[in-house]
C-alpha cells in the first residue's frame, strides 16, 4: 500500500462504526483500532472504496484502544515472536540521554540481558530478554509513552 491508499483507508476507517481493523498482505500489514473518543478528519482524502483490497485478509472486533498503524517487517520465521510492555510508562532504549542503546537491530541477545527501560511513577523498570534473541524490529521511539501490552520489539528466537 502507498501513503494515498492508507489515507483512503484511514478516513473510511475513521468514518466506519467499526473499532478494529487489521489488514495483511504478503510484505504489508496495518491494525487500526479506535477509543472512545471522535478521531480527528483527514483532509483532502478521496473515499477508501477506490482502495484495491485484492489478496488481503481483514479481521475486525470491537474492542477499543489507541489507535495505531505500523508497518511490520514480514514474520514469516516461525521463531519471530513480539515482546510487549508489562505496564504503562515512558519507553527508554538507553540508560541515560548520553549512553549508547541497549540494543539494536539485528543485535543478538542473551536470556537475561536489558534490551530498554519503562520509567513509571519515577522508578526506572529493565525490560529483559526472556530467551536468547535476535531484535528485528525497535517499534517506540525512544522517550515515547506505551501502555500495557503495547508492542515493544520484534525478535526471532535463537
Known amino acids: 500500500m502507498n501513503m494515498q ?32 473518543a471522535k478521531l480527528p ?19 475486525s472486533a470491537d474492542t477499543l484502544s489507541i489507535p495505531q498503524a505500523t508497518q511490520v517487517p514480514n514474520k514469516t520465521s516461525v521463531n519471530t515472536e513480539v515482546i510487549t510492555s508489562p505496564m504503562v510508562g515512558t519507553f527508554y532504549r538507553a540508560p ?29 523498570n529493565e525490560i529483559e530478554a526472556e530467551f536468547d534473541c535476535k531484535i528485528i524490529d525497535i517499534i517506540p521511539s525512544d522517550a515515547q509513552s506505551v501502555e500495557f501490552s503495547s508492542e515493544l520489539f520484534v525478535i526471532e528466537k535463537i
Do not use: C, H, W
Open 41 to 59: 478528519k483527514l483532509q483532502n482524502v478521496n473515499p477508501v472504496s477506490q482502495v484495491p483490497v485484492s489478496n488481503t485478509q481483514v479481521e
Open 96 to 124: 541515560s540521554p548520553d549512553s549508547a542503546p541497549y540494543v539494536n537491530v539485528g543485535d543478538k541477545v542473551k536470556k537475561g540481558q536489558t534490551i530498554a527501560i519503562i520509567e513509571a511513577m519515577k522508578i526506572m
Open 5 to 36: 491508499e492508507i489515507r483512503k483507508l484511514l478516513e473510511m476507517f475513521d468514518n466506519s462504526s467499526s473499532v478494529k481493523l487489521k489488514i495483511i498482505n504478503e510484505n504489508f500489514e496495518i491494525s487500526l483500532e479506535k477509543s472512545g
